[in-house]
């Protein structure tokens, strides 16, 4: 399961108005007016959020002659609902790397000083080195930009890459031009 498909599922799904939608349906089908009459909304608000639950595949549609009514797809949603209680155990399995290899990695990569002679190339020898970068920062603290660019710049001069690197490959979440460090469970280590 692709971290960002459940990542793209849980901020859909997080909406009091769609969770409403998938508890009606949960019931039976019910076409866009029925939706509308018992959520007290319009049908163009309706048919919004149905479209949105739509494109992840929790709602499909059937037409009954002028009518469409709205199915709730409960196995795709029991399984996106749980698929991040499986996140670690495919990270694990895929890649697992010894306390020898990240060793040879960061003795290859950096030199005496601690300063990162080149950002790796292979993704899992980078993600060894983006791991030992973020060993300084601190969880639960919020970073402004320049901050992390001088933490970065200790280590290497370029700090936009590795900034970036930081956020794609989950050591890091970017809001506003703040960052904070994920749990490690998120990490693609």
Sequence with gaps: MQLDRIVNFHKTIGDKTRIQIIELLKDGPLHGQALAGKLGLTPPTISYHVTKLREIDIIYQRRDKNTIYFHLNEKKLESMATAILQIRGEKMESMTISNDEKYKVITNFFDERGRLKNIPAQHKK???????????LKVG?????????????QFHEDYATIRREFITCHFMNRENGEYQLNPKEL???
């Design 187 to 189: 990490w693609l280590v």
């Design 141 to 153: 603290k919020i970073y402004p930009e320049k901050e992390i660019n001088e933490y970065i710049k």
């Design 126 to 136: 980078k993600l060894i080195v983006l791991e030992h970068l973020v060993k300084g």
